[in-house]
């Protein structure tokens, strides 16, 4: 089972879901102010891991496609759990993965 989710890179798919979908949603059953929200989740969190995973893609020679994974699923998250004006950071995102994976080199 570890080989497959290795093969089809199962650890970008996780981290993903996880940040995108379960992290907004934990923020909000936790009751914590939107500010925070906002402010940790999005700008923090969310943008370090987007450079971070970006960079990792690119180092382990995975597909670029990968790089679209984590701004999508946050897009998802944003969609569901934040208003309007923050979908604009899922753009954000992308452009911080790709930058990471542009900038990455290869192993």
Do not use: N
Not at 76 to 83: A, I, R, T
Request: with cysteine; hydrophobic share 60%; net charge positive.
């Amino acid at each position: 089972m570890t080989e497959k989710f290795r093969k089809v890179s199962g650890q970008y798919w996780l981290v993903a879901i996880v940040v995108g979908l379960g992290l907004p949603w934990l923020l909000t059953l936790l009751s914590v102010s939107r500010f925070h929200q906002i402010v940790w989740l999005l700008f923090l969190v969310d943008f370090i891991l987007a450079a971070v995973l970006g960079w990792q893609i690119r180092r382990t020679a995975r597909t670029g496609w990968l790089v679209w994974l984590m701004p999508l699923f946050c897009l998802l998250g944003l969609y569901l759990f934040f208003p309007t004006y923050v979908y604009y950071l899922a753009i954000v995102d992308l452009g911080i993965s790709y930058l990471a994976y542009g900038m990455a080199a290869q192993a």
